[in-house]
């Protein structure tokens, strides 16, 4: 029966992620946006309360919530599982602050990673450590297969020599997911993932980058020199040669796009929740059966960023919905980041604009919204890499086909 | 009576259309007689009398509402989107062109329409029609696949259920036992639900057109615009402004054609041309009190615009879907500079651009349209809906003409066709009827 309405039965779960968002993270949210590279402290305890949502091992909120789910299911006709109910804990978080919700310990991208692509050993090894993840480098972004960082088999341990950048909670994390390749000469083939636990001598922090927007998360550039890592450490298959290993990290991808998208619908809502408040003080309101045109201006403008909220709402509950049924979501996951990347973008600056000066200055969070939703169009690929995945999907073309 | 689409869905997908000589060809025999600026009286219609007569009126069983997000339709659903979408690439697509050109439907095409029980499938069982449940979702599924194979054509299909699914939520027991008897037999009457007028920034909470109360019922005076079929159609629901103690307010009523006063004239527009579309013209109608729809209750005429709204998002999907799968093998197949175009990223950009806002749009329709059936409030997501059909099933549109480049822009391929189509979407309300 067609219905797109959360589940019922996650509403427990939406209400807590509000209330926490409204409570904990609003709060503090100008705090750490002013305070770059401050540990938000407040998250500690905050963190065990998100452990709890997630432990259930059905999904809660942030990366952790995550699952590749394997096993079967019980109620095979549809399944509201783990990655719709990350989806919508997620949305309700982003709603209170993006940024802390990527500096909750144990919500990294790197534990999505862990939980997408690692044997059952691994999962239970790293379950309930801090991951961040490490893929970009000084020379590659984007084109995840162009990546220069080594790992060399020395016995039982690999050694990895490279440079990563844009390595969000760096710093913080207890461990790092690093991308690197066996072989340079055997292209994709080669690349795998390897877990590298802080303190690992050749593992270093290099610095912490000053930026745009989501303030309050520390983003890394990281060192790795003949940097030890164990040979069990590898997540995947260890074998080069076919497809797989690089199929299996990009796996990560499918789980890990609406969660980034989630990101972006939560703080989309959180700026058109305050326009409307911001409006209807001005005495502008919106009239959803009277025609747009007839209207004011603003409430036109207000329809149309909320038409476009409400799609890339649904396009994320979509790829989740297809994770949690075991159903192929690449295309979802891409078209759902896509729409929700630059919608966030386009809503967050239309609202600061409808706000005036006030909608500019540091008075109002609509200001810091604008910057911090830049970011979501461009990490865990950009617009144009979601618009090249979802072109060749549908054209049926291959990535040397269609570059 | 021809085979119901809830008796097609027992049967095997693919062979129903066979079995019930659905997939033959029509031939266009019908003239173009709309096409001359000629005034007429309205069609000269049956007489609707009031027959079997039930003690309340009937109204289908409300759905439930559901626990868990699902895109799944339900196996009754999916045959019947399957069936209407054969029936559609193999009926509508290869008569749109020249309907459009000859501005008329094909009156072979609009009997097989009727045959097949797309009418029936919004009737309660009681009243001789197929359906048990008020599946909105259904409908939206039905007008989707219909608008897949041309928008127009799909117009002038589900004109007549606009009026029939009005009487079925809001007749009273006295409109729906003169009127639905009509609807479920074998010669479907054309009929049209009229509230759209040629005004710019038109509000259809806000009709031009007037009732005035008179001693035997009301008085109506006005003109209605892009009303489909105008000239065959027998019975119209038409919007006014009904005049009250507190002024005026919108309201619905039954009109049949043969009434005094009443005369259709062709008003042939950008697109929609397969639809015959006209304009209606209201001087003096006198009707009777019971030509009243649902008491003239403000919220009967909020739902009937919130529900034609969602009818409109719901062909602009199947439409701009038509542009996706025609755009997409075009531009694989066409070369420049020794390859095919699309491994261009700026022709795959766009494309992929109309894939992404296609299956955005179709999921806000798919949710306001579960919503509406559910019983919860509808009006934000329809009016989302509405938004979202109108600006990028437009956008989605040109795309498909500037893809196709000169081939576009000539009548050669139906892209050009379902431009102009489109535009219709955000312009027009009322017509369809969800």
């Known amino acids: 029966m067609i219905n797109l309405e959360p589940p019922k039965k996650a509403a427990t779960l939406i209400n807590q992620a509000y209330q926490a968002a409204s409570q904990v993270l609003r709060p503090i949210s100008r705090k750490y946006d002013r305070a770059e590279h401050s540990y938000p402290t407040e998250l500690d305890m905050f963190a065990a309360v998100l452990d709890g949502l997630n432990s259930s091992g059905s999904g809660g909120a942030g990366a ?121 000469d055997k292209g994709r083939a080669a690349i795998k993932s390897f877990v590298v636990e802080k303190g690992t001598p050749g593992f270093s922090v290099e610095r912490l980058e000053h930026k745009l927007g989501i303030r309050a998360s520390d983003t890394a550039v990281l060192r790795f020199e003949n940097c030890r890592v164990p040979a069990e450490n590898l997540l995947g298959n260890p074998e080069i040669g076919t497809k797989a290993g690089f199929a299996g990290a990009m796996k ?34 919106v009239d959803y059966d009277r025609p747009a045109d ?74 810091k919204w604008a910057r911090d939703a830049k970011i979501l169009d461009i990490f865990e690929g950009t617009q144009q890499i979601q618009q090249l995945i979802v072109a060749r999907r549908v054209l049926g073309k291959t990535s040397s086909e269609l570059k | 009576m021809g085979l119901g689409l809830a008796a097609l869905t027992r049967l095997a997908g693919s062979k129903t259309l066979e ?48 626990d868990l997000f699902d895109l799944t339709p339900t196996e009754e659903q999916r045959m019947v989107a399957e069936t209407v979408g054969e029936f559609a690439a193999e009926q509508l697509r290869p008569a749109a062109s020249e309907a459009d050109s000859r501005l008329t439907p094909p009156a072979e095409l609009l009997a097989r329409a009727a045959e097949l029980g797309i009418t029936l499938i919004g009737i309660p069982e009681e009243l001789g029609g197929a ?59 054309a009929a049209a639900l009229a509230t759209q007028e040629a005004k710019p920034l038109f509000d259809p909470f806000r009709p031009a057109a007037r009732a005035r109360r008179t001693p035997g019922g009301y008085r109506l005076d006005g003109v209605k615009s892009m009303v489909p079929r105008a000239a065959q159609a027998e019975l119209f629901i038409v919007s006014a402004a009904l005049e009250g103690p507190d002024g005026h307010r919108p309201a619905l009523f039954l009109v049949e054609s043969s009434t005094p006063g009443l005369t259709v004239e062709p008003e042939p527009a950008m697109g929609l041309r397969g639809a015959a579309t006209g304009k209606l013209r209201l001087d003096q109608v006198s009707l009777s009190a019971d ?73 806000v329709t798919l949710r306001a349209a579960a919503r509406a059936e559910q019983g919860r409030p509808y009006a934000r997501e329809v009016a989302l809906a509405r938004k979202l059909a109108a600006d990028k099933g437009m956008r989605i549109g040109s795309a498909g003409v500037q893809l196709l480049g000169g081939h576009g822009f000539v009548k050669e391929h139906p892209v050009e066709r379902w431009y102009r189509d489109l535009r219709a979407i955000g312009v027009l309300e009322g017509i369809v009827l969800l």
């Open chain 1, 64 to 184: 952790a919530g995550v699952r590749a789910d394997t096993e079967p299911g019980k109620n095979a006709a549809n399944r509201n599982g783990g990655n719709l109910r990350t989806v919508l804990g997620t949305i309700e978080m982003c709603w209170g602050d993006v940024a802390l919700l990527l500096s909750m310990p144990r919500q990294g991208l790197g534990n999505a990673a862990i939980a997408s692509v690692a044997n059952d050993e691994q999962r239970k090894r790293f379950g309930t450590r801090w991951a961040a993840m490490a893929i970009t480098e000084p020379d590659c972004g984007s084109d995840s297969a162009a990546i220069t960082t080594t790992a060399t088999l020395d016995g039982d341990h690999y050694l990895l020599n490279g440079e990563k950048i844009f390595v969000t909670s760096g710093e913080r994390a207890d461990a790092v997911v690093v991308w690197a390749t066996l072989d340079k």
């Open chain 1, 252 to 285: 990560t991808f499918d789980n890990t796009r609406p969660l980034v998208a989630a990101m972006a619908v939560g703080l989309a809502r959180a700026a058109l929740e305050e326009i409307e408040r911001i409006l209807t003080e001005a005495g502008v309101t």
């Open chain 1, 294 to 367: 007839q209207q004011h201006a603003a409430a036109a403008a207000y329809l149309e960023m909320e038409a476009d909220y409400e799609a890339a709402y649904l396009l994320t509950l979509e790829s989740a919905w297809m994770a949690d049924n075991r159903k192929p979501n690449s295309l979802q996951a891409s078209m759902a980041k896509a729409k929700a990347g630059r919608s966030v973008v386009d809503i967050t600056l239309r609202c600061v604009e409808l706000a005036g000066a006030f909608g500019y200055t540091e008075e109002s969070l609509l200001e």
């Open chain 2, 19 to 66: 079995r019930t000589g659905l997939r033959a060809p029509v031939a266009h025999l019908v003239g173009a007689a709309t096409k001359n600026g000629f005034r007429a009286a309205g069609a000269a219609g049956r007489t609707f009398v009031s027959a079997r007569r039930l003690g309340k009126p009937a109204r289908p069983t409300k759905i439930g509402e559901g």
């Open chain 2, 131 to 189: 359906g048990t449940d008020r599946s909105v979702v259904t409908a939206a599924l039905i007008a989707e696949a219909l608008a897949h194979g041309d928008l127009g054509l799909a117009l002038a299909v589900l004109a007549p259920s606009a009026v029939s699914t009005a009487l079925v939520r809001w007749g009273d027991a006295e409109q729906q036992s003169t009127y639905l008897p009509a609807f479920t037999g074998e010669n479907v009457p």
């Open chain 2, 291 to 363: 030509a009243l729809i649902g008491g003239g209750s403000p919220d009967v005429f909020a739902e009937a615009v919130r529900l034609s709204r969602l009818g409109w998002a719901a062909l602009a999907c199947g439409t701009a879907k038509a542009v996706l799968d025609y755009v997409i093998p075009y531009v694989n197949e066409r070369k420049a500079f020794g390859e095919p175009i699309s491994h261009r990223q700026a022709v795959a950009f766009s494309v992929a651009d109309m894939a992404i806002e296609q299956e955005g749009m179709r999921l």
